[in-house]
């Protein structure tokens, strides 16, 4: 795990006006939710630290994008945003705590924590290897508890600040190791409202339904604005207006929900 960039201007100490600070997990693309999850926050007047694993990028379809992670510390940077990115295999049960450890260091503690990452390989149930389903509740699953638990022992905000939230997904016909493991993530999570409740944070989930981040096939993109109400894909910043609005002191009162984002699609 590395720290591999900062968007601090050398003029810019710690005792600057403090800001929230929000750790966003898996933004690697500069299409995907978690960039637009960092950047509707520092638009909102938080401080981000995101991480991405550029393996998982690799492997996929779309490929690695080096230069997402610099680009998108630039934009955080130009929002008044301070930033950190580390590279973290949240597959390793010992990254979230070197993770808070090395965010802390750059920019002190967390208040929100809104985790985007994922391990995501399409497959059923006849053809689905051990070796992918325990990789996917690795990532999705454990590496979620984990996180959570991190968080949970280091948070040091006033009571009602605190926020936690998920990405999930009900998509499991033909995606078994993705769909089941993040409805264990789902779970974890929603415990999360009541077992931290006495530290004063929320926990909530969001479900953004299919999302164009650049994986559809054009005819994948027709069939599914046709089946959705408004008549179009879902976007990267719907998810992310809902996770700024959850993190303001106006969306404090949502706690506990698995909140379904996605147009009318059902």
């Known amino acids: 795990m590395t720290d591999s960039q900062t968007g601090r201007h050398p003029d810019q100490t710690r005792q600057a006006p403090e800001r929230p600070l929000a750790l966003v997990t898996g933004a690697g693309r500069s299409e995907g939710i978690a960039a637009s999850v960092a ?15 550029t393996p998982y990028d690799e492997r996929m379809q779309w490929g690695a994008e080096p230069e997402a992670p610099g680009r998108l510390t630039k934009r955080l940077a130009e929002l008044g945003a301070r930033s950190t990115a580390v590279e973290a295999d949240l597959s390793d049960p010992s990254a979230p705590g070197a993770l808070f450890d090395a965010v802390e260091g750059a920019l002190g503690k967390v208040t929100a924590l809104v985790l985007c990452h994922c391990e995501s390989v399409d497959s059923g149930l006849l053809d689905t290897t051990v070796e992918s389903f325990d990789l996917h509740f690795a990532v999705n699953t454990r590496a979620t508890w984990l996180l959570i638990r991190e968080y949970a022992t280091r ?12 990405l999930t997904s009900d998509h499991t016909v033909g995606n078994l190791p993705y769909g089941a493991s993040k409805g264990a993530l789902d779970r974890i999570t929603l415990a999360a409202a009541r077992e931290l409740a006495h530290l004063g944070v929320t926990a909530n989930v969001i479900n953004p339904g299919p999302t164009d981040t650049g ?4 005819q994948l993109k027709r069939d599914l604005a046709q089946a959705t109400p408004l008549g179009r894909l879902g976007l990267p910043r719907d998810c992310a207006n809902l996770v700024t609005f959850l993190c303001s002191d106006q969306g404090g009162w949502i706690n506990g929900q698995l ?8």
């Open 39 to 53: 950047e509707g926050l520092a638009e909102a007047g938080w401080d981000v630290a995101f991480t991405y694993w």
């Open 155 to 166: 948070f040091r905000g006033p009571h009602g600040t605190g926020r936690i939230i998920a």
């Open 215 to 218: 994986w559809m096939t054009d």
């Open 259 to 266: 909140l379904q984002s996605n147009g009318g699609l059902a």
